[in-house]
């Protein structure tokens, strides 16, 4: 019997398809009222990025109006000039925005959240084939927001442990899949936010040569207790234009 690992991963264009590609080229639009209040408000709009899919690791092209591009590793961030030159480089960036504890950011802070979480939403599910995390199916959740289009859904759900070797949003989050495979809705509480609760909404499945991702994300508050959200605040919104496989 097919288990919702090989069904989400096949669903999301197999293993086969993604084992042969070594980076990502995408396009987006960045919004939501998360930027304003860490004090980076200008980072919104048009972003051009390079994701690598095996190595954490991503370069923005462009970057926001105070830096022509930047660069993501979980040990280092940099920002570059319009020119390619260096500007600003950070190490232990993870440190520095927990150590913080709270806004306003700098545009290292940013690039490094952003880096991550980019590298993390378009390597899974496939990171969930690695040795070193940890996948629990969990009970079905009845999913009755307006992302169910005023119809309930029943999506199944995986609980997955990550590995400190992973930069992410916090150690154990939680992915839901509707009928078909497709990645619906992921559950955090990032640590670099205080461990704010959150649910990341996953919509517009589009295939990019063979790989399919979804092209509208929205993360919007969650009710730690009852698991359930609201349509507003939009804290961020993502919305993918255009992915090259190379």
């Known amino acids: 019997m ?3 690992i090989e069904q989400i991963v096949e669903a999301a264009g197999g293993e086969a398809e993604w084992a042969g590609i070594a980076e990502l080229g995408v396009e987006f639009e960045l919004g939501g009222a998360i930027w304003a209040q860490l004090g980076q ?9 390079t994701v690598s899919a095996h190595e954490q690791r991503v370069a923005y092209r462009s970057f926001g109006e105070a830096a022509a591009g930047a660069e993501y590793t979980p040990s280092e961030v940099l920002l570059r000039y319009k020119d390619g030159t260096p500007d ?10 927990v150590g913080r504890g709270g806004p306003p950011w700098d545009r290292l802070d940013t690039a490094y959240f952003a880096g991550y979480a980019l ?4 390597n899974v599910p496939f990171l969930f084939l690695r040795p070193d995390v940890g996948v629990v199916e969990v009970e079905p959740w009845t999913e009755t927001s307006s992302h169910t289009l005023g119809r309930p859904e029943e999506w199944r759900r995986l609980e997955v442990t990550f590995p400190e070797a992973i930069a992410t949003h916090n150690r154990t989050q939680v992915f839901y899949y509707d009928a078909d495979g497709r990645q619906r809705r992921h559950d955090y509480a ?4 205080g461990g704010a609760p959150t649910a990341h909404y996953s919509e517009r499945h589009r295939e990019f040569g063979g790989l399919v991702l979804p092209t509208r994300r ?10 359930n959200t609201e349509d507003t605040p939009v804290l961020v919104s993502l919305d993918l234009i255009a992915v090259e496989l190379r």
């Open 218 to 227: 929205r993360v919007v508050p969650r009710d730690a207790r009852t698991g």
């Open 41 to 49: 408000a200008d980072v919104v709009g048009h972003i051009s990025a």
């Open 2 to 4: 097919t288990t919702l």
């Open 119 to 122: 590298w993390n939403y378009l």
């Open 190 to 193: 990032a640590d670099v936010f």
């Open 88 to 97: 600003e480089r950070r190490t232990k960036p993870r440190s520095a925005i």
